[in-house]
């Protein structure tokens, strides 16, 4: 008999009211008392409101108090939004982790270059079922833009729930088998409690289109090139790298793989039997010796990323790849929100150089991994859920699914954020309670609350700079020698042509002299005198307070 005080449960701790981060725990049990399982683990990129930081993480504080209680780490694909965060969440958590051999290839050749020495890894497979305590999960193949993605089907004393991970219906996915229409029209068959579902797409009619699509497209345009040619996509999209290695052999072109972390993808992919079927990939040191006429250039870089190849090659920083005036680049990728400005800017230099660029606005170059609204409808009639939870996505997002799926006759939604714990079974689904959630950031070598990382005041240097005064007096209170100041990110001058580090220092003296002797012996009331002068005076001048910094020097 069901136990009555026992309840299945999920929340998020990233990637619901947000793009990226995913990061899920379901828990079954009485509140005082649950197992729980976490389904993801990524990472999100910080934008300019974050400078400095390297990656943004989900804060686990929650599930690492209850860590004894956390049964296993599932990971539905190896995008870095889904299974980045492992190499510096794992350590904290060491719950079993389970994840597919694309996944576990690529997470093993992540941890050569920092983090743990090892993260134990269990292989699983679609089709597969594995028991963790009270869940019983089954993993079933989806189509997404990567190898071997998966939904899990968490099934237990409250009935099933699909957690469907990234996905889209593609017939021809270009690697892989294609989604599992048929299991999970036979899982719907059974009965489905919940349905946590991809958002990301969810304000988009129809459905998206195929990869094979795209790989016919590639094909096309490559054959149009006079010149050299580059395509930059996401490292990780395995078919989108056959495909343009296809379509370089079918216009006679050799296929370079330019970038550490294409590399590292077509390593794995090859290992795992991906690239049996292909031409051979080249390394960088041989583009150099190919005609122009003759080569495709594979490169990171679609984000923009300062570092990677292809910015290097529009900086012509790159040792080994050049690109001039009548080549052409192909951008087959979509702009992650929050990179436009950089991938602008690479765009704009490469135009600015006389280079052809093409992108999704030009020709179907690149096809989304996510469900438009016609897919989402197929899901819901495989598997006629009675609890429909949407995640992966902003509002923005969320919302229209939520809208989306009532039309289509869903009458139990709810559409949480993270740090809600949502109630799927027993009873009707609700949020009933909500948990310590946030962000950590990963800043150079350190990970850390973003409260205590100094990115607030860096934020604010970005705008005002900053002011910082040195002042030395006696224990009587009396300044010794000349007070100094050191202005950095402020103008030389005022708007009369006055010297800001001559309005800096009369601020700074003036402030000290105003004091009562017999209070200068307190060298913190100096030092606060003096700040306070020394940013009123910047401020009358130039209508702005930079961050100001006095330090006093008692002999």
Not at 156 to 185: F, N, Q
Not at 345 to 350: C, E, H, K, Q, T
Request: glycine share 10%; charged share 25%; hydrophobic share 40%.
């Amino acid at each position: 008999m069901q136990n009555q005080a026992s309840e299945l449960v999920f929340l998020p701790l990233g990637g619901v009211g947000e793009i990226g981060m995913n990061l899920g725990l379901y828990g079954i049990g009485p509140a005082e008392d649950r197992s729980w399982l976490m389904i993801d683990c990524g990472v999100t990129f910080a934008g300019p409101d974050l400078p400095g930081v390297d990656l943004v993480l989900p804060d686990i504080r929650f599930i690492e108090a209850e860590k004894d209680r956390l049964l296993g780490i599932v990971i539905t694909h190896a995008h870095e939004d889904h299974y980045g965060a492992l190499v510096e969440l794992w350590p904290h958590l060491e719950a079993p982790l389970y994840l597919s051999p694309f996944a576990a290839g690529l997470l093993e050749a992540k941890l050569t270059h920092g983090g743990p020495k090892e993260i134990p890894m269990n292989i699983i497979k679609a089709g597969e079922r594995l028991n963790l305590g009270p869940f019983d999960l089954e993993f079933i193949a989806m189509s997404h833009s990567i190898p071997e993605p998966m939904a899990v089907a968490i099934r237990s004393e409250h009935g099933t729930v699909v957690h469907t991970g990234d996905w889209k219906i593609d017939h021809e996915p270009g690697i892989g088998e294609p989604i599992d229409m048929d299991r999970l029209a036979e899982i719907g068959r059974e009965g489905v409690r919940a349905l946590l579902c991809d958002s990301t797409n969810a304000v988009r009619e129809g459905a998206s289109p195929s990869e094979a699509d795209v790989a016919d497209t590639l094909t096309k345009i490559i054959g149009s090139a006079k010149r050299r040619v580059a395509v930059t996509s996401f490292a990780s999209n395995v078919a989108r790298i056959r495909a343009v290695a296809k379509a370089a052999k079918a216009n006679d072109r050799e296929i370079v793989v330019v970038g550490r972390a294409m590399k590292r993808a077509v390593e794995v992919a090859t290992d795992l039997g991906y690239m049996d079927d292909m031409p051979e990939f080249l390394d960088e040191e041989s583009y150099g010796y190919l005609p122009r006429d003759k080569v495709v250039a594979l490169c990171t870089g679609s984000q923009g990323e300062s570092r990677a190849a292809l910015a290097r090659i529009a900086n012509d920083d790159h040792r080994h790849v050049t690109l001039s005036r009548g080549d052409m680049v192909i951008f087959s990728a979509r702009t992650i929100p929050g990179n436009e400005k950089a991938v602008g800017a690479v765009i704009n230099g490469l135009v600015d150089q006389g280079m052809d660029v093409v992108t999704d606005r030009d020709g179907l170059v690149h096809v989304s991994g996510h469900p438009r609204k016609g897919e989402l409808e197929q899901l819901y009639n495989l598997l006629k859920p009675q609890l429909l939870v949407p995640v992966h996505g902003e509002p923005l997002h969320l919302e229209a699914q939520v809208h989306f799926a009532r039309k289509n006759g869903i009458k139990e939604i709810v559409s949480g954020r993270n740090g809600d714990i949502i109630r799927l079974a027993p009873g009707p689904g609700k949020v009933i309670d909500d948990a310590p959630s946030g962000i950590l950031v990963k800043d150079g070598l350190l990970l850390i609350d973003p409260e205590v990382s100094g990115i607030q005041e860096r934020r604010k240097l970005s705008f005002v700079g900053v002011a910082t005064g040195y002042i030395t007096m006696n224990r009587a209170g009396e300044i010794q020698g000349d007070p100094d100041v050191i202005l950095f990110g402020l103008p030389e001058c005022d708007q009369h042509g006055d010297d800001f580090e001559d309005i800096a220092l009369d601020g700074l003296e003036g402030a000290v002299m105003s004091i009562p002797k017999s209070r200068r012996r307190d060298a913190n009331v100096v030092t606060e005198a003096a700040r306070r002068g020394l940013r009123s005076a910047i401020a009358e001048r130039w209508g702005k307070k930079p961050l100001c910094r006095v330090v006093v020097n008692v002999i």
